[in-house]
């Protein structure tokens, strides 16, 4: 059946090293989502992607966090370097094309844990 | 900031009454409402929209907008132990990413 599919789903690194997480949205969805979640925050939007193109990125501290979207199957977001407080989950979601923004699909969710 | 806001809870209910959570949002442009489920440990799973003033039935879940009031709720009839969960309030303006609320934690007890 049809599902946002994560990698990796856990992952434990020391401070200071690149993580990179990758996500392949549902066949057919062409928006894509990165969403942090914390106990202390929920989920907040790191970015936005419609089409493969960048909508809104402004949750994502850029001085070290990246999303792109090499082609329609594949999302990436990469932490370099990363820090003890980026440990979180990292959901991917995706959307259907002409569907409302808000009708999502999660992935399962990459859970990060920075030493 | 645009805020959704909701009780963290606990909200306890016992097996078979109505569980109801609450949900406000700041931005008047909002249009389109969500309830997401999260069980522990799982990811968010869509389970009502709602787009107009008024109650949206599906099966035991009904979803109440109140533009006016920017209030969102949840109506769980007939709660069983299996919808212990956290259930999510979101908001967003067409073509935007959802804004989600960080949660109600609802426990139903046998």
């Known amino acids: 059946d049809a599902r946002v599919t994560q990698t990796p789903r856990h992952k434990v690194t020391e401070m200071g090293q690149e993580v990179t997480m990758r996500c392949q949205p549902i066949?057919?969805?062409?928006?894509v989502f990165w969403y942090r979640q914390t106990m202390m925050q929920g989920l907040e939007l790191l970015a936005y992607?419609?089409?493969?193109?960048?909508?809104?990125d402004s949750g994502m501290p850029k001085d070290r966090f990246s999303a792109e979207m090499p082609d329609a199957t594949l999302a990436t977001l990469k932490i370099q370097p990363s820090e003890p407080r980026d440990s979180a989950v990292y959901f991917c979601?995706?959307?259907?094309?002409?569907?409302?923004?808000?009708?999502?699909?999660f992935g399962e969710g990459s859970r990060l844990t920075v030493l | 900031q645009k805020e959704v806001e909701q009780n963290s809870g606990p909200l306890s209910v016992p097996e078979g009454a109505i569980a109801s959570l609450n949900c406000t949002y700041s931005d008047r442009g909002s249009q389109s409402f969500f309830w997401y489920r999260q069980y522990s440990g799982k990811s968010p799973e869509l389970i009502m929209s709602i787009y107009s003033n008024g109650d949206k039935e599906d099966g035991r879940f009904t979803a109440q907008l109140n533009k006016a009031s920017q209030y969102v709720s949840l109506l769980i009839r007939d709660s069983q132990p299996s919808d212990s969960a956290t259930y999510l309030c979101?908001?967003?303006?067409?073509?935007?990413?959802?804004?989600f609320g960080k949660g109600t934690s609802l426990l139903v007890t046998p």
């Open positions: 979601a995706s959307g259907p094309r002409g569907g409302n923004t808000g009708e999502l699909f």
């Open positions: 992607f419609r089409n493969r193109a960048p909508l809104d």
């Open positions: 979101a908001v967003n303006r067409p073509g935007y990413a959802l804004n």
């Open positions: 066949l057919g969805h062409n928006t």
